[in-house]
């Protein structure tokens, strides 16, 4: 089938589309890229997004209108990478749309009883024909799960290595990672939770810095010519969050804006200048990643795969091979992957795994009391000609 994977993650900067070719079953199943392009949102609709993730400035009408015209922008997406792999829509068989995250609503015990992402599925599949597979997570939650990380799943798919366990993380707004056993091991459980921060609070830190300026650390250079502070980064480890049992998800809820802002102000207070609070969040997301392997890894890990922007910084790439004592570490194009449109290419596959009513989702990964077929599919104008194709034995 040809699926198109639609993402946007935490960072709210852009739409990542990926047009994929996905064959087979598990465990025999294979994807590949076709074609893939970024949207970047225009306008203020970054800011607008951030803003509906903070109850103090999110309103419902704002919401409403937000949803429809996201899914205005990923139907665009979607009809984009078409065209630049020179097809037409009917070529096309389902389209796979994660949407963005506004809320991610983690109890104070780590339990998950809602999660909202928006991009209206109904518009994707009226602007472009396509039938559409959106609202990915809710289905794991009402299961008992955590919702996340689904980009797991896909690991546990497609990643594992014949003979040692892998660790695959993903350097994003937030930090997740997924443990996986070797092929070999028929026995163990993966497992795959949030590490905490990723890019969320170096990115709030930086724009702040720079006025707006800039909107990440590009290159890593402020982190280069700062400073770690190790006794305020000891500090910032002692949060909660770090020694909280799997599964266990976040988001900017927890590791966003407001507390960019509150630590960038508490760096200066504390006389540190902006590099040198640069390169202490920076190792903090390192430093918490390791803690994460140091703590809850099943077996001794014999590589790590970083996907994500983070991978593009080699200050935190240097600081996460030095926390993890010289293991190696690469990226997701050593093994041949697009670490840039993996994350579409998941969403691709989770809709190719629901139209074939397959579960999306594995309960070790997530949390959740048994695996659930996740999504939900929206009629596109191919829907009855798809249906007889592959449900119907084409009659």
């Known amino acids: 089938m040809l699926i198109i994977g639609l993402m946007s993650g935490t960072s709210a900067d852009g739409i990542d589309a990926a047009l994929c070719e996905i064959t087979g079953a598990p465990p025999g199943l294979k994807a590949r890229i076709i074609a893939a392009a970024t949207a970047p949102f225009p306008g203020d609709l970054q800011d607008r997004i951030l803003r509906a993730g903070l109850p103090e400035q999110s309103r419902v009408d704002d919401l409403c209108r937000l949803n429809a015209e996201l899914g205005e922008q990923f139907a ?11 097809l037409a829509p009917a070529d096309v068989d389902l389209i796979g749309s994660h949407g963005q995250t506004v809320w991610h609503d983690v109890r104070p015990d780590g339990t998950v009883t809602a999660t909202l992402q928006i991009a209206e599925g109904s518009v994707i599949a009226e602007r472009t024909g396509i039938t559409t597979v959106s609202n990915f997570r809710p289905r794991d939650v009402a299961a008992g799960g955590q919702g996340a990380p689904l980009t797991a799943y896909a690991d546990w798919l497609l990643l594992r290595h014949p003979d040692h366990w892998r660790a695959v993380q993903n350097i994003g707004g937030m930090g997740n990672v997924t443990f996986l056993p070797p092929l070999s091991d028929s026995e163990s459980d993966p497992l795959a939770f949030d590490t905490g921060p990723g890019n969320a609070l170096m990115d709030t830190a930086v724009t702040l810095i720079t006025d707006g300026v800039q909107h990440y650390d590009r290159g890593g250079a402020m982190a280069a010519a700062g400073r770690v ?6 500090a910032l480890l002692k949060h909660p969050y770090y020694r909280r049992q799997p599964p266990k998800t976040t988001g900017r809820e927890l590791f966003g804006a407001e507390m960019g802002a509150a630590l960038l102000a508490e760096g200066r207070a504390r006389g540190l ?17 390791a803690d994460a392997y140091a703590r809850f890894a099943p077996a001794p890990v014999a590589e790590v795969i970083v996907g994500g922007g983070g991978r593009q910084n080699p200050v935190l790439m240097q600081m ?18 697009d670490s840039d449109n993996k994350e579409a290419l998941v969403f691709a596959l989770l809709a190719h795994e629901t ?36 449900w119907c034995g084409g009659t």
């Open 355 to 390: 139209w074939h009513a397959r579960p999306g989702s594995h309960p070790a990964l997530t949390g959740a009391s048994h695996p659930v077929v996740l999504g939900q599919i929206t009629p596109g104008a191919n829907y009855a000609a798809l249906l007889r194709r592959t």
């Open 229 to 234: 502070d190790t006794d305020w980064l000891a």
């Open 320 to 337: 996460l091979r030095e926390r993890l004592g010289g293991l190696p570490v690469l990226t997701h194009e050593d093994i041949g992957l």
């Open 273 to 289: 200048h902006d590099a040198d609070i640069v390169a202490t969040l920076t190792a903090l997301t390192a430093a918490s990643i």
């Open 76 to 86: 665009a997406a979607a009809l984009h990478v078409i065209e630049a792999a020179e």
